[in-house]
Every structure is written in C-alpha cells, then in structure tokens.
C-alpha cells in the first residue's frame, strides 16, 4: 500500500508519509519541525499509521478542518497552528462550523464548547431540560432539581466503617477518601453507595457500582482498619486488583483477558486480540510484534526487523548489540556508529539516512561509502572492502581497522586461549568451527552473549568441567540448550535424548519441593514407575519428543494439584469418595480437572481408592470442517513460486496427507526417495508417490535443504526441516508458526483432510500410508460414514474371477 500522491512512500514510515503531507501544503514550517510534532503526538506505531492512512485517504482534512477524523488529527491541526502555520485550518465544529482552538469530541466527530448533550426527562419535575447531575439512584437530574444532601460525606462513610471498626481513625479515614475520591461531588456518590451496601466493605466489592470503592478498600485495608475485607476476583477468586466491568461484576485484568478470547485471524491462537486488521479481524498480540508492518530498519545492521531499543539516533533490532562510539568513515565525527554491511566499517545513523550526488556517476542516491565532501553510491562502492585486512591480508592498505575474521579470532582467543595442545579437545573442535565459521559477524555476535561468554570461559579454564552433569547445574534457558548441542554437534559432549533428560530433571525437582513424604512417595511410584517407564517403554530407543515431555510436565503437575486439593479438605486417596470427587469437578479453584482423571484411574487400578473418573472419549473434531478452504490454500502453495519452498511443501503434506507438525517436522532426508520413476516419500509404513507439481518441491527441498545454525554444521543436515539449533530439526511450534502464516490451522486442516481420506481410502490402507494407528483411522472411517467392510472380499472376488474380455487378472492398485 503506497500513499496516494508520493508513490514509493510505504505506510510503514508513517510519521514520514504525514508530515510529507503537511509539508506539501505549508511551506512555511521545516520539514523536521514537522516530524518532531508529529512524532510527539501520533504515539506508537499502530496509531501512526491509522493517521498516516487517513490523512492519505482524505489530505482536506488539513486544510478544511471538517470531521469526521480520528482526534489526534485535530491535535496536530492545532499544534501547527501554534507553530505558526497559516495554510493549515484549525479544527471546525461539527455542529457551526466554528474554527476551534480546543474542541471535545463524540465518535469522530469535533464539537465546540458550546455544545450541550440531548436534553431528558428529570426525574424529580419531569420537564424535559439539560441534564447536570444524577441522583443517588443513577436517575438524571436538572440544574433546578438537584438532589440536595446537606451531610458531610467524610462522615457519612466514618459512620459506616465504624460500624465495623469503632477504633478507627477519623483522619485515617478522611484521608482515604481524599485519596480515593478527590473531588465533593464524587465523594458524594461514594457515600451514598457505602451507605446503601455497607457489604462492599466486607468482601461484596466486587459489586461496587463505583470504582473508587475498590481503591478506597485498599487504602482502608492497608491503614490496618478492622473488618474491611479486600474482594475476591467473582470468577478466579483470587486476592488481586479487581476494577474491571463484566456482566455487572468487578473482575481482574486475567478474566477480563479471559472474556475476549479469539481465534486470532492470522496465526488461529485462541488468545486476546492486540489489535484488529484493515478488516478488523482479530490480531493476536504475537502477530501484532512480527507483523511486517511493525518491523522497522535498525540502525546497526540496516536490516528491517523487530525493535529491541530505541535510541535517540534510531531503532536497534535484538540481534544487534547497542551502538558503540566511534569516528565515523563518512562523516568523521565521533559519535555512536553501527557497522555498514556494505563496508564494513563504522557509519553513523545520520549518515545512514544521507542522500546526495555520487560524486563518481552523478546520481543523487543513499551515501554508502566516501566522504562528505566525495560521498559514493551503492553502485560505485567497492565491495567487500573488509577483505583486505591489515591483520591478515594486506599490512600496507591505508585504511585502519580489522576483518571480521581477525576480530573473531580476537574474541576466541581472549575466550578460549590460543589453539594449544593444553586446551580440551572438545574445545579445540569448537574453536576450530567458530573460527571457519561461514558467517563470522554471526559467531562473534554469539560469542559476546551474556549467557554464552562466562560459560565458555569457564570451561576453558578449568572452572567447570565439560559434561552433561556440570551444565545441568545451570539454569535451564534456551541459549544454554543452544550451547549444549553446538558442543554435542562438534563432538566435544556426547549425544543424549535431552527431553528425557528435562523429565528426570523436572520430576527431581518436583519431588524434591514435596513436604509429605506419603505425597512425595506417591508421587515417584507415579511418575517414575508409570509415566516415565511407559513413555521409555513406548518409544524403544527413539528420542523423547517435545510434546511427550509436556504430557510428562501436565499429568505430574495435574496430580499434584488434586492431592494438594485433598490435602486442603483434609482428605487422602483413601478417604476420598465420589462425592468429593464431584465436588473437586465442579470447584472454580481446582485445576487440572480433567488432566488429573489419569492419575485417579492409575490409583483406581493399584488399588490406592475406589473413586472413579471416566476416560473422555474422542467424538471428533470440534472445529467445523472447511473442505474448500482447504482445497484453495492447497492450489496457493501447488502454483505461488513467491512462498518458501519447504513452507510449501509442509503444508501440502498437511492439507494433502494429514500430516501433524511434529511428524513433518521429523521427516529426514532418507524418506524422500527421488528416481527416474518419481519421487516418493515414506510417511509411513508403505511410500506414497507423490505427484507433480508435489514431486517438484519435495526434489527442491529435498537437493537445497540447510538450517539456519551458524556455528556447529559440520554437515549438511540429515533433517528435510532443519532447525536452528545444529543437528536439531525445525520445532513444532515454529512449523506451526510458519503454516499459521500461509493462512493454515493445523489442527483444522489436519482433521478435513483425514476426514475426506477415510471416505475413500479403507482404514487400514490409511493407516498404513499415513503413519497412523488403526485405530484411530477405523474412527476416522466410522465417522465419514465410509463403508469398507466388504472391500477384501471384493478385492479378491476380483483376483479370482477372469475378465470378461479377457485372461488378464487385475488386482487395484
């Protein structure tokens, strides 16, 4: 989308695209006096491009001053105004046309002060008049009826919280009114609601008609009066901060969270909508910080990316430390500088933003390289200029400074040490990576993290040995996990099922934070001896994979939750009956209801109680089936050559093989199998041919596939899906994330496409293609009401009997 009247200006420079167009029509104010106002009263981003659309859909507004238009328009006609702009138009009433200096506002619409609301009925004389104020029951009131009440409201409310503590402090109380309701006319209203439910004191506030009540509780409560109860959240019952309206009830900020739920219009996560679209469909908040439009260019690197701090010479991304001091190579002053991409030398963000003419070619373009006084174009610029290093290739180029390379392995020597015989040999392999690394700006960036530094020279020295063991004492975060398989993938630490190894870790933990030592006995025979032993038992040897370790983490945790619950009511396993069982149900504060039903029919079954809770059986699937949907974002991905090519190709697998996230994410190279007969890939037990333009892009991602780790691929990944992470593949939940861009909901997806397969394919074909259990294909099969009972006997009935026409036997294919 390009703004009418500047094409090539995008709406995703805003603040540039406004004050282009006010400067376009008053020339009396300079360009940068117009975007610092502009930048000062357009807020963030999102707010700067509903501005900067709406001034491109109607610019008139600047120089009419009419309405309809969103406020923060009105305040820049007036800010120019001020400022001494005469073409610019101050804004109109809506209602008289009168030019306005301040203004209020209804919807979009801007009024002058003379603007009075639609008269009503007063409730005490029941002429229709302007209204001034409400009465103590809420009912409008006219200047010439006012409800007259004569106390004073500090002492009204005194009087009610004595009631409940006689020892409190009058100027205790006077000045939590004071506090909570600053103005008469409001401390009016509070007395008059306290005096009518004296209750909202004493844990009723959640129904206070009047947020001030709630802050006057807590200022009550913290000045140590008895008797005033802090209110409980109505639906989560929880101790917190409650001030938001819902369905008559004050509630928390979570609940209120919980209230707006939505299928996000881009992603499908069922969370509380940021922001809506140009459709107003609804944008999570995830979606609203990678939306392209959000992603701006970072002063540092020049890529454009997510914002991580801004600073006042511009954005930086998070990839990109904060900007050093130092003599820049265009302008040479000595200020914060970023390093040119093109250069490789330091360039500050001013100059980053400099345009002028080459002074080799002529053409006014981006300064790139030069001077001032000669600066150079793109074009003109020599590339790759820091290859002749004075370090390591050219000791006489004029130009100081060091290449990537050298200043890489400055870094790992200052780390690590020298490559000598005393360093580990692990450790001598990993030098080795990091300093051929393919990307050396990219090592180095990692090398500097806060969290991979000390860790690295602590191994080095000695400090901390290098195993599994000793990293295990570290918290677990993700560049640690990230650093463990770099190590694992240059052979410096062995290779182990690193889930499995989180379980152990988690379930010790847990288990260790146990009081009770019947509780925490339970627990190990539980975890241990069931879960863990029965994912071992099912997996024979294959990894653990990411969502069995969550499955681990839910069961252990809805567990633990129902004892503590039978703990709180003074019960046990033994001593719990169905009625409490019941009871657990359909309390608001327990959790993991449902989750926890495995472990009561574990206890059922080793005899440890006789309550009883039923397995929910699958019925089928719960979001509506879009077989069309389908079938046009399949065409999409077969035809538009714009899209990644793997992303392409997992989301085919999806819509036309029903394949989960997690199963394609673990394809590995060795299930694709391309010949001169085709091309056909092993989802299963038996392959599947696949047909072009399928077998196409399964040949491509198959031939070009490389992960994005840096540091730590020695080898071209075993994975079709690599990850970031060296010899891991793609996670699900960033495959998820990629499919929810093409417009694909997995789960959705993923159940209209076996439903369409078990109408045509019998369940046991089905299960053996796709890599299903029977089982759930024969239910995928009942549920499409397909009938494939008697497909053997027709298959052999068939085999049998010759053709009519003929002594050929034709068996289906």
Known sequence: MTTPGHPGRAISDPIGTIAD?????????????????????????AKARRLASHLAERPGVLTDGRSPAPRAIGDLLIALREAGASHI????????????????RRGQDWYCWSYRPQPEPCAACGNTRRITT??????????????????????VIHSVVTALDPAADREAIADAVRRSAPRPSYQQKLAWALETDPGLLTGDGHLSPLRAILRLIDLLHTAGIAGVVPPACPRCHRVVRIDKPLDGQRVCRTCIAHSRLQDCSRCGAHREPATRDGQGRPLCPNCLITDPANLELCIN???????????????ICPSCPALRTATCSICGENRPCGTSRATGRPWCPTCQRRTASCSACGRIAAVISGTLAEPLCVDCTAPEVWHTCPTCTDPDHPHPGQCARCLLNQRLNKLLGPPTETLHPGLQALRLNIATAEYPTTARRWLNKPSVAPVLADLAAGRRPLTHKALDELPDTQPLAHLRQVLVSVGALPERDEHMARIERFLADLLASQQDPDQRSLLHRYTTWHLVRRLRSKNNGR????????????????AVAFLGWLATHNLTLATCGQGDLDRWLTDDSATY?????????????????????????????????DDQHRWDTARRLLHDGTLKSEDRLAGLLLLLYAQTPAAISRLTTADVEADTQGVRVHLGQAPIQLPEPVAALARAVS??????ATIGALTPSLWLFPGGQPGRPISTTQLTQRLNNLGIRPNQARSTALFQLATEIPAAILARTLGIHTDVAVAWQRLSAGDWTNYASQVSHRINQPHQHGDDHHAPR
Not at 89 to 104: E, V
Not at 134 to 155: E, N, S, V
Not at 543 to 558: D, E, L, V, Y
């Open 89 to 104: 138009s101050s804004p109109c009433c809506a209602d008289c046309g009168k030019p306005m200096r301040t203004f209020q």
């Open 543 to 558: 990894p653990t994979t990411p969502q069995q370790f969550n499955s681990i983490r839910q069961h252990t945790h809805a």
């Open 21 to 45: 167009l006010v400067a376009a029509i008053e020339p009396q104010l300079a360009i940068e006096q117009i975007r610092t106002m502009v930048t000062s009263l357009a807020g963030g981003r």
């Open 301 to 315: 690197c020049g890529r454009r990316r997510l914002v991580d701090t801004r600073t006042p010479d511009g954005p």
């Open 134 to 155: 409400r009465d103590r029951a809420g009912r409008p009131r006219c200047k010439m009826c006012p409800d007259l009440d004569d106390r004073d409201p500090i002492t």
């Open 593 to 625: 209801r449902w989750t926890a039903g495995h472990f009561i029919r574990w206890a059922r079954t080793n005899k440890l109680t006789t309550i009883h809770a039923p397995a929910h059986r699958w019925s089928g699937p719960t979001q509506p089936l």
């Open 703 to 708: 031939a070009n596939h490389k992960g994005h």
